[in-house]
C-alpha cells in the first residue's frame, strides 16, 4: 500500500539537515525498492526545510515504522512527520 510521509524540519536545523543527511540517504538505500518517491521540500529561498517521501508498504504501522527509524528524525530533525495512505489517480500524465 502506498503511503506519503510528509515531515516538516524544526526552524533552524538546517546544518543538522546536513550533517545528518549521508546517513539518511544511506537509510533509504536500504529500502530502494519501498521508496516510490523522495526528496527534499524547498523554502522560498531554495535550501530543504522537511522532507517528502511516498512509500510502498505493507501497512500504516510499516510506514510508521519507517518514519521513527529514518536518521533524520532519530537525530530529532522534524517539527512534525503526517503520515497518510495515498492513492495515484495521475501517474507520468496518465489517469489510472
Known amino acids: 500500500m502506498?503511503?506519503?510521509?510528509?515531515c516538516t524540519d524544526r526552524p533552524g536545523a538546517l546544518s543538522l539537515r546536513l550533517a545528518t543527511r549521508p546517513t539518511h540517504l544511506a537509510f533509504l538505500e536500504t529500502y530502494q525498492s519501498k521508496l516510490v518517491h523522495a526528496g527534499a521540500?524547498?523554502?522560498?529561498?531554495?535550501?530543504?526545510c522537511?522532507?517528502?517521501l511516498l512509500i510502498d508498504v505493507e501497512d500504516h504501522a510499516?510506514?510508521?515504522g519507517f518514519a521513527v527509524?529514518?536518521?533524520y528524525a532519530v537525530a530529532g530533525l522534524f517539527e512534525s512527520?503526517?503520515?497518510r495512505g495515498f492513492?495515484?489517480?495521475?501517474?507520468?500524465g496518465e489517469k489510472l
Open 81 to 83: 512527520t503526517v503520515i
Open 41 to 48: 521540500m524547498l523554502d522560498l529561498d531554495g535550501r530543504p
Open 62 to 64: 510499516a510506514a510508521e
Open 50 to 52: 522537511g522532507s517528502i
Open 69 to 71: 527509524a529514518d536518521p
Open 87 to 92: 492513492r495515484t489517480v495521475f501517474k507520468d
Open 2 to 6: 502506498l503511503f506519503s510521509l510528509v
